[in-house]
């Protein structure tokens, strides 16, 4: 962002700015904790401690490669809306405990934010839903293998990344920390290590709605038009050894490529061992790599878009994106209906 924004104070502390996120979390964790004197102290703790836990468990949910996953659970879609929607609690318990008029207020804003954009989005999950006849987040990502989602259902990947932004309190949505209008939002009483807690469930939050948006539109661990990596490899090593042009000698995991790699190893270069399982390696990293690219254009439009007003943002959801959505189910229904 400071780059972007021509900023020279943020990009100086590390190579490149690296270490600047580092050094706002040490400064925040040495300063005081500081608890208002009128408020509830213990619900004043909780509430940061709800919103990062309750962050925390969506990562149960999903999925990082085909034998990647936290909890094996048949019902990921339907777990990963519910522990999503509880996070509110969190906030408006903060917001309450503080016993002051910006936080209350702050909080009231932002949990009528999630709530508004938590329907757009289980709207739009429920359509990927019904375009794919499955509720597990695994049996989603393998429908895609022939195209991704995000080319048939390019309306709905759109409308779920503004919701999404939305939902983080994100800008041009961070009304619930507009700092010009309420100091900052139901965070304004919370220093030091009880803030970090917000601080990390903030950008948790970004992670996970953008792991969800990959697996939902963009494929999850799979490459683009049916690309299978273990025939890419095939090809590769048959090429290197072919022609010896170096040899490799993975020894990561205690899995092993199938017995033909093996066999062409021996042929061409005994001293080549092949000790690593494909998917386990690469899966995470393609996801990892479509998340990463997705969290930049999340920081791309902080830095770019100005915040709009708390009603333009609760009308354009109310107004603008529910009708074209409850508009887009009858549509996707009645070519269901049409194609099957």
Known sequence: ??????????????????????????????????????????????????????????YGALIFGSFEVLVDLKLNILYFLAISSLGTYGILIAGWAANSKFSFLGSIRSTAQLISYELVIST??????????????????????????????????????????????????????????????????????????????????????????????????????????????????EFNLKYNIFYYNFDLFQYSFPWDLEEIARVYSEPIILNLKTNIFIHPLIIGIKTS???????????????????????????VLLPILFGYILLLLCLLHVLL
């Not at 020279?8 to 600047?20: F, H, I, K, R």
């Not at 439009?301 to 609760?314: E, G, K, N, T, V």
């Open 1 to 58: 962002m400071a780059s972007m924004q021509r900023r020279l104070g943020p990009n100086l502390v590390g190579y490149y700015g690296l270490l600047q996120a580092f050094a706002d979390a040490l400064k925040l964790i040495i300063k005081e904790c500081i608890f208002p004197s009128l408020s509830n102290s213990s619900i004043f703790f909780i509430g940061p401690v709800l919103t990062l836990y309750f962050s925390l468990c969506m």
């Open 124 to 237: 739009i999950v429920l359509l990927v839903v019904i375009s794919t006849g499955n509720i597990n987040v695994n049996d989603i990502i393998q429908y895609q293998k022939p195209i991704w989602l995000i080319f048939p259902l390019f309306p709905l990947a759109l409308m779920f990344f503004i919701a999404i932004v939305a939902e983080t309190n994100r800008a041009p949505f961070d009304l619930a920390e507009a700092e010009s209008e309420i100091v900052s939002g139901f965070m304004t009483e919370h220093s030091s290590v009880v803030f970090v807690f917000f601080f990390l469930a903030e950008y948790s939050n970004i992670v996970v709605m953008s792991l969800f948006f990959v697996i939902l539109f963009l494929g999850g661990y799979l490459l683009p038009f049916n690309i299978d990596i273990i025939q890419l490899i095939h090809w590769y090593l």
């Open 293 to 319: 690219i997705l969290i930049y254009i999340f920081i791309w439009i902080r830095a770019s878009f100005p915040r709009i007003r708390f009603d333009q943002l609760m009308s354009f959801c109310w107004v």
